[in-house]
């Protein structure tokens, strides 16, 4: 059964910083696409930053320069390193794994609250 489980998320402070987990079973992790997707109140969800299995990177502009997204293959996680954060980052983010003909999930979402 395919899980996606993310965690790290909270309250922090505008300039701080913060990792987001996102840790897979149940399907070949190294061979899809890993996405972080947030979703704002009153906002359309948005595309924050991906990265393909051949570790292709890409980022929503808002982001760029401040967010990271590795990977690590051997323990089936991607990780959203998110640093310079601004009270417009306050979301819930999502995980999504997806591959052309394979599978696409989802995780539960993780709060990211940006608040002095």
């Known amino acids: 059964q395919v899980h996606l489980v993310e965690s790290g998320g909270g309250l922090v402070q505008p300039g701080g910083s913060l990792i987001l987990s996102c840790e897979a079973s149940?399907?070949?992790?190294?061979?899809?696409?890993m996405i972080w997707y947030r979703h704002a109140p009153v906002k359309e969800r948005e595309l924050v930053a991906a990265i393909t299995y051949t570790r292709n990177t890409n980022y929503a502009y808002s982001v760029k320069g401040r967010f990271a997204i590795p990977r690590d293959n051997g323990k089936n996680t991607v990780y959203l390193q998110m640093n310079s954060l601004k009270p417009e980052d306050t979301a819930v983010y999502y995980c999504?794994?997806?591959?052309?003909?394979?599978?696409?999930?989802w995780g539960q979402g993780t709060q990211v609250t940006v608040s002095s």
């Open positions: 149940g399907f070949t992790f190294s061979s899809h696409h």
């Open positions: 999504n794994a997806n591959r052309l003909g394979g599978i696409n999930a």
